[in-house]
């Protein structure tokens, strides 16, 4: 099995910043991609950033993300980080990890989702 867990999550002023972490373990063979979902209240979820493993490790950002949030992921420890910045209070959300993991050479790779993260941005 797999799981992953995020934190750093909390409250911010707006303009603020926050750094989120999100760690994968279990039995894992390959991780695909690793990125960021938020779902505010009454609305669905949506992609935030990821990174998508392969040659390039190719990154695809949201365009609300694009000039104030910034993913990175460390592959040797199957872990994501979302830098935010300039929080705004529209970005109050739950942030969820996201995998696309493999757990062994013969199967395909499978959705995962972390327990979520709050973000609360007000004054």
């Known amino acids: 099995q797999v799981q992953l867990v995020e934190s750093g999550g909390g409250w911010v002023q707006p303009g603020g910043s926050l750094r989120l972490t999100c760690v994968a373990s279990?039995?894992?063979?390959?991780?695909?991609?690793m990125g960021w979902y938020r779902q505010a209240p009454e609305k669905q979820r949506e992609l935030v950033a990821r990174v998508i493993s392969g040659g390039r490790g190719t990154i695809e950002y949201a365009d609300f993300a694009k000039d104030r949030f910034i993913i990175s992921r460390d592959h040797a420890k199957n872990m994501v980080y979302l830098a935010l910045d300039s929080l705004k209070p529209e970005d109050t959300a739950v942030y969820y990890c996201h995998g696309d993991i493999q757990t062994n050479w013969a199967r395909s790779p499978m959705p995962y989702w972390g327990q979520g993260t709050q973000v609360t941005v007000s004054s």
């Open positions: 279990g039995t894992i063979f390959n991780v695909h991609s």
